[in-house]
């Protein structure tokens, strides 16, 4: 058995401010990566445990370079760096699961930390078919496309209460932390989040035939809305209509897709 396992950094155990995930040469930030991979490795033990025989982690937070390489779980094999063809590159339908390790919820989301979706200072909002969706949808139409079924997915309360109104309520969440404001939170400590998620990940993996891939109507009626008009003039969205101010409109073929404007 694969399992394909989606990084983010967001929705990390100790992770609740910007200073952590911007800017790569912060303290904050360099701390941050270490309890990133923690989490991975208890994931990837997880898996291990739960029957995987070849696990793939994608360092998916900005362009990569987030994991510390020489403290990551040796049973596993990890996907980083820049100019990633596809959303989850590597992922196919040999795959028999994906994990979202360290997500948050979309923009806009009430008591949730480090909400967004996609770039958190252009303020970016997507919709598919007219239901707005964050990151967690996006990852799973991909996988979707494949045929491949999202069981696990980690963050706040309010990333898996996501989570669960978008893949049902088959999938396994862990939630590592409250989300008081948006950067703010009630956490759960480090240690014991790693020790949930790697029962977690164990679970998911003997819920596989309880869950089911994430589709939606093709074609898809995608719609992006920015912040502020300046960042829309900036952002110049490839093959869309700019239908007012911030906001652009464009028709996906495909759910590999679902990112490109």
């Known amino acids: 058995m694969r399992?394909?396992?989606?990084t983010d950094l967001e929705g990390i155990s100790g992770v609740t401010h910007w200073d952590q995930t911007?800017?790569?040469t912060t303290a904050a930030y360099q701390h941050a990566r270490h309890l990133l991979t923690k989490e991975v490795n208890a994931c990837v033990q997880g898996c291990l445990d739960g029957g995987a025989k070849e696990?793939?982690?994608?360092?998916?937070?900005?362009?990569?370079?987030?994991f510390v390489p020489d403290e990551l779980h040796p049973g596993a094999t990890y996907v980083t760096g820049p100019n990633r063809p596809t959303m989850l590159p590597g992922l196919d339908a040999?795959?028999?699961a994906v994990i979202l390790l360290g997500y948050h919820a979309m923009a806009n989301t009430p008591q949730a930390v480090l909400a967004h979706t996609q770039s958190s200072k252009a303020g970016c909002r997507y919709w598919y078919n007219g239901r707005e969706s964050g990151e967690i949808a996006q990852s799973a139409i991909v996988a979707g496309h494949f045929g491949v079924t999202?069981?696990?997915?980690?963050?706040?309360?309010a990333t898996c209460a996501e989570a669960r109104a978008?893949?049902?309520e088959g999938i396994v969440t862990v939630a590592v932390k409250k989300g008081i404001s948006i950067t703010c939170c009630e956490m759960v400590p480090p240690q014991r989040a790693w020790e949930?998620?790697?029962k977690g990940a164990a679970e998911a993996l003997a819920r596989i035939p309880r869950c089911k891939p994430y589709t939606i109507d093709l074609p898809i009626k995608a719609r992006l809305s920015y912040l502020t008009a300046e960042i829309a003039d900036t952002a110049g969205c490839r093959l869309s209509r700019r239908v007012d101010a911030t906001t652009y409109e464009r028709v996906i073929e495909s759910p590999l897709d679902v990112v490109r404007f």
């Open 22 to 24: 911007r800017e790569m």
């Open 150 to 157: 999202v069981v696990l997915v980690t963050g706040d309360e």
């Open 55 to 66: 696990v793939v982690v994608l360092d998916g937070h900005g362009g990569g370079f987030n």
């Open 3 to 6: 399992v394909y396992v989606c």
């Open 94 to 96: 040999s795959f028999a």
């Open 166 to 168: 978008f893949l049902g």
């Open 196 to 198: 949930l998620i790697r």
